[in-house]
């Protein structure tokens, strides 16, 4: 059981969280009052978005709390500059073992903060903190109003560089695009910097993507280099499907580390076609996701120290006013013992604007 002190300490962060957000908020709103209507009206709008959530977890009998906020702010600047940031901020009760109750911890930190400039069509330039282009967990998936379960691949720890963000340059854009195919790159320099808030190794590394309308097929690979010693390179691939015929999503991702390497296959299903995807068995969404790594030498990439297999079973609710219920279950298989995983989630997703125009 929680003291009256931690539930004391976790009342107070959770506060501080959300007052985080509404500083977040209250910013591009005070702003607003020091610009003329006019102006206003012809200037776009700074949004807010991001997630709020609670989640479980329950491994090997023990069960950890918790609650998270992950704020998002997009704020155009002209035509062709967009400042754009997403921050973690969360409290984890788990137990401390032996019978002694729950103990808690906290984190806050910077996914990123970057400035872009669509130069053209065909390159935007990024600058700052920003999500290592590898595979696509990490730019895609990470946001907890968009994964289906609630944790990543195993193999994550492979080509994002420890923290999964880059603190320097990026250039990115589409290569071409017609109505056959469309392809898009990406490449990066980063710096190392030991903030723990906005950590970062230095690396370098770019991902090249090829994408086909018509089969609404896409292929893609990455490559990072990490030039801290020692000196490693990684290789990554993914293919993602999704079918025009039924709702069905398949995503698939293969990584080779200096250590490691693994993939991990995820499909989800929405019941959409029972009465449309507002009907009561329209909104559930089966998942599944199998995956593997495989260990080559020993090393700290974050990867599971032996082979290991895991199966996720999930099933995820699509509720009114952008809430959604995540549940799923797993089992993970490895030489150091077999466990079993049970999660759940409840999340909320909101967007709206900094402040009111036309």
Same mark, same amino acid.
């Given at each position: 059981?929680?003291?009256?002190?931690?539930?004391?300490?976790?009342?107070?962060?959770?506060?501080?969280?959300?007052?985080?957000?509404?500083?977040?908020?209250?910013?591009?709103?005070?702003?607003?009052?020091?610009?003329?209507?006019?102006?206003?009206?012809?200037?776009?709008?700074?949004?807010?978005?991001?997630?709020?959530?609670?989640?479980?977890?329950?491994?090997?009998?023990?069960?950890?709390?918790t609650?998270?906020?992950?704020?998002?702010t997009?704020?155009?600047?002209?035509?062709?500059?967009?400042?754009?940031?997403?921050?973690?901020?969360?409290?984890?009760?788990?137990?401390?073992? @032996?019978?002694?109750?729950?103990?808690?911890?906290?984190?806050?930190?910077?996914?990123?903060?970057?400035?872009d400039?669509?130069f053209?069509?065909?390159i935007?330039?990024?600058?700052?903190?920003?999500?290592?282009?590898?595979?696509?967990?990490?730019?895609?998936?990470?946001?907890?109003w968009?994964?289906?379960?609630?944790?990543?691949?195993?193999?994550?720890?492979?080509?994002?560089?420890?923290?999964?963000?880059?603190?320097?340059?990026?250039?990115?854009?589409?290569?071409?695009a017609?109505?056959r195919?469309?392809l898009?790159?990406?490449?990066?320099?980063?710096?190392?910097?030991s903030?723990?808030?906005?950590?970062?190794?230095?690396?370098?590394?770019?991902?090249?993507?090829?994408f086909?309308?018509?089969?609404?097929?896409?292929?893609?690979?990455? %490559?990072?280099?990490?030039?801290?010693?020692?000196?490693?390179?990684?290789? @990554?691939?993914?293919?993602?499907?999704?079918?025009?015929?039924?709702?069905?999503?398949l995503?698939?991702?293969?990584?080779?580390?200096?250590?490691?390497?693994? %993939? &991990?296959?995820?499909?989800? %299903?929405?019941?959409?076609q029972?009465?449309?995807?507002?009907?009561?068995?329209?909104?559930?969404?089966?998942?599944?996701?199998?995956?593997?790594?495989?260990?080559?030498?020993?090393g700290?990439?974050?990867?599971?120290?032996?082979?290991?297999?895991?199966?996720?079973?999930?099933?995820?609710?699509?509720?009114?006013?952008?809430?959604?219920?995540?549940?799923? %279950?797993?089992?993970?298989?490895?030489?150091?013992?077999?466990?079993?995983? &049970?999660?759940?989630?409840?999340?909320?997703?909101?967007?709206?604007?900094?402040?009111?125009?036309?």
């Amino acid at each position: 059981m929680l003291s009256p002190l931690s539930t004391h300490r976790f009342l107070g962060r959770v506060f501080a969280m959300m007052l985080a957000l509404g500083a977040i908020c209250l910013v591009p709103s005070l702003n607003a009052q020091d610009t003329p209507p006019q102006n206003t009206a012809a200037r776009d709008i700074p949004l807010i978005s991001g997630g709020l959530a609670f989640f479980t977890s329950t491994n090997g009998g023990n069960t950890t709390y918790t609650p998270t906020l992950t704020p998002l702010t997009a704020i155009p600047v002209g035509p062709h500059v967009l400042f754009e940031s997403r921050a973690t901020l969360l409290e984890s009760f788990f137990p401390q073992g @032996g019978g002694k109750g729950y103990t808690t911890a906290h984190f806050v930190g910077l996914s990123y903060a970057q400035i872009d400039y669509i130069f053209s069509p065909h390159i935007t330039l990024v600058g700052g903190h920003f999500l290592i282009p590898f595979g696509t967990y990490n730019e895609r998936l990470t946001p907890i109003w968009i994964m289906n379960l609630q944790d990543g691949p195993l193999l994550y720890g492979i080509g994002t560089m420890g923290s999964g963000s880059g603190t320097g340059g990026m250039v990115r854009g589409s290569i071409m695009a017609n109505d056959r195919i469309s392809l898009n790159y990406a490449a990066y320099v980063s710096a190392g910097t030991s903030n723990e808030q906005v950590s970062s190794s230095r690396s370098t590394g770019g991902q090249l993507n090829a994408f086909l309308p018509n089969a609404r097929l896409e292929i893609g690979a990455s %490559y990072g280099r990490l030039l801290e010693h020692p000196q490693s390179n990684a290789i @990554g691939t993914h293919v993602w499907w999704t079918p025009g015929a039924f709702p069905l999503q398949l995503r698939s991702e293969y990584a080779h580390g200096p250590h490691s390497q693994g %993939y &991990w296959v995820e499909t989800a %299903y929405r019941l959409s076609q029972f009465n449309g995807d507002q009907s009561t068995i329209g909104r559930l969404e089966p998942v599944f996701r199998i995956q593997q790594t495989f260990r080559n030498s020993p090393g700290s990439d974050g990867l599971p120290a032996t082979d290991t297999q895991r199966i996720d079973f999930g099933l995820d609710y699509h509720l009114p006013h952008e809430v959604r219920i995540n549940t799923s %279950y797993a089992r993970r298989f490895s030489s150091t013992g077999d466990s079993n995983i &049970w999660e759940t989630a409840l999340i909320y997703r909101f967007l709206f604007p900094a402040w009111r125009g036309k």
